[in-house]
T-cell receptor
């Protein structure tokens, strides 16, 4: 079974609009971490935001926020006021367990296109 | 502070050959992780090194190996290349092993003909 599911292969959004990128995950471990990365066409992966399973509040980093719904096993990324430079692939990832030996598993990604 | 660097950026090899990729982490970072990215399989974890020791390994055949040097630079080697090894190979560094925030390099694009 897929551990990380990103159901939107591609999205087109008008500049300045807010964007929500979906991510659902599957784990039976009560301790886990969720990440979002951005990959522009240059190929470099850029860390955006992190949410721990025990964090009480949703993580926020500038224009990025993570809508964490634990019961639904959902960790959607919200980008406010989108910009042309936000066009990229976005990956949701999870590390199960708080053991530092645990690997990070990535979803298949969502390609976001911001339209002028 | 310089970011993660990977060399070479592009590589073309033929089946059966072997290849060595290099990664220099951010200065002061001691952990280096390697990932393979393909359109079909997405991003897959290869291995993680910390202080010259392999801490973690993904589900890849033994043809994929790596090492880390005392200056934290890491190399990844793939022997007996197959067509399916064509991929973008990404290296990521962090200040400690297993930390949440990793800084990625630009990747090495390997094409196997």
């Amino acid at each position: 079974a897929q551990k990380i599911t990103q159901t939107q292969p591609g999205m087109f959004v008008q500049e300045k609009e807010a964007v929500t990128l979906d991510c659902t995950y599957d784990t039976s471990d009560p301790s886990y971490g969720l990440f979002w990365y951005k990959q522009p066409s240059s190929g470099e992966m850029i860390f955006l935001i992190y949410q721990g399973s025990y964090d009480q509040q949703n993580a926020t980093e500038g224009r990025y926020s993570l809508n964490f719904q634990k019961a639904r096993k959902s960790a959607n990324l919200v980008i406010s006021a989108s910009q042309l430079g936000d066009s990229a692939m976005y990956f949701c990832a999870m590390r199960e367990g708080m053991n530092r030996d645990d690997k990070i598993i990535f979803g298949k990604g969502t390609r976001l296109h911001i339209l002028p | 502070k310089a970011g993660v660097t990977q060399t070479p950026r592009y590589l073309i090899k033929t089946r059966g050959q072997q290849v060595t990729l290099s990664c220099s982490p951010i200065s002061g970072h001691r952990s280096v992780s390697w990932y393979q990215q393909t359109p079909g399989q997405g991003l897959q974890f290869l291995f993680e090194y910390f202080s010259e020791t392999q801490r973690n390994k993904g589900n890849f055949p033994g043809r994929f190996s790596g090492r880390q040097f005392s200056n934290s630079r890491s190399e990844m080697n793939v022997s007996t290349l197959e067509l399916g090894d064509s991929a973008l190979y990404l290296c990521a560094s962090s200040s400690d092993w297993g930390l949440n925030e990793q800084f990625f390099g630009p990747g090495t694009r390997l094409t196997v003909l």
